[in-house]
C-alpha cells in the first residue's frame, strides 16, 4: 500500500526528482502559464500565483501521507524546478497513473524521458506497483516518444477523453506493467536515491 515520504531524492543521467515544495510555486507559474505548455495538458493551469501556492503547500501534505506523489523535476547540474511529474492512483492502489509537463525552454533534451524512467523506478520499487499508466492527447508526439523510450506499450485511444476549452480531444494512453519492467530493471536504476519513508522513523 502506499506510504508516506519524509524524504526522497533521485538522481539519473539528466534530472533530479525531489518533491514538491512552496517555494518552487513562483518557477512553476512562469514556467506553466505558457500556452504551448498548456496545450498539452488536461489541466488549464493556475489562475494565478496565489493559487497554485497554495495548491504547492496542499501537495507538501500529501506526499508526507502517501496520498499522491508530485515531484519537482530539476536538472542534474542546476537546482530550480524546470517542471513536474505526478504519481496519482486512479482505480486500484497497486495501479499508479503519472501525469507530467515540463517547462518550453526544456524540450527536447531527454530531460522527461529521465524522469519517467525514475518515477518508474519510484513506482515500482517503492510502492508495490503492478502497473504505471499515462494518457497523453493524440498528437503529442514527444510525449509518445518519451514513454515509448521507456518501455510503455499503447494500449489504445481513449476518445473524447477530455474536454478542454469548448473541443473533446482524444487521449493515447499507455501502460508498463510491472512484468515488463522487471526484465529490464537495471535499465530504470537511478545514479543516486536517499528515501526515507515516514514509517522508518
Known amino acids: 500500500m502506499p506510504v508516506g515520504f519524509n524524504h526522497i531524492d533521485i538522481v539519473g543521467e539528466k534530472v533530479r526528482l525531489r518533491p514538491i515544495r512552496a517555494a518552487d510555486a513562483e518557477a512553476a507559474y512562469s514556467l506553466v502559464k505558457n500556452e504551448v505548455v498548456l496545450a498539452t ?3 488549464d493551469g493556475p489562475t494565478d500565483q496565489e493559487k497554485l501556492l497554495n495548491s504547492y503547500r496542499q501537495w507538501e501534505g500529501e506526499m ?3 496520498v499522491k506523489y508530485h515531484f519537482a523535476i530539476e536538472q542534474i547540474d542546476q ?3 524546470i517542471g513536474c511529474i505526478d504519481i496519482r ?3 486500484y492502489p497497486l495501479q499508479v497513473d503519472i501525469g507530467y509537463w515540463l517547462g518550453e525552454p526544456f524540450w527536447n533534451r531527454g530531460y522527461m524521458t529521465d524522469a519517467i524512467r525514475l518515477v ?9 506497483a503492478a502497473r504505471v499508466s499515462a494518457t497523453v492527447f493524440v498528437g503529442n508526439i514527444g510525449s509518445r516518444r518519451a514513454l515509448e523510450k521507456n518501455g510503455f506499450s499503447l494500449d489504445g485511444t481513449l476518445r473524447s477523453h477530455v474536454y478542454k476549452r469548448s473541443k ?3 487521449g493515447w494512453f499507455f501502460t508498463l ?3 515488463e519492467w522487471e526484465p529490464n ?3 530504470f536504476y537511478p545514479r543516486h536515491e536517499d528515501i526515507v519513508t515516514a514509517r522508518n522513523e
Open 120 to 128: 518508474c523506478y519510484f513506482s515500482f520499487k517503492y510502492l508495490d
Open 168 to 170: 473533446w480531444l482524444d
Open 79 to 81: 537546482p530550480g524546478l
Open 89 to 91: 492512483f486512479p482505480g
Open 41 to 43: 495538458l488536461a489541466w
Open 177 to 179: 506493467l510491472h512484468t
Open 185 to 187: 530493471r537495471e535499465k
Open 64 to 66: 508526507k501521507a502517501g
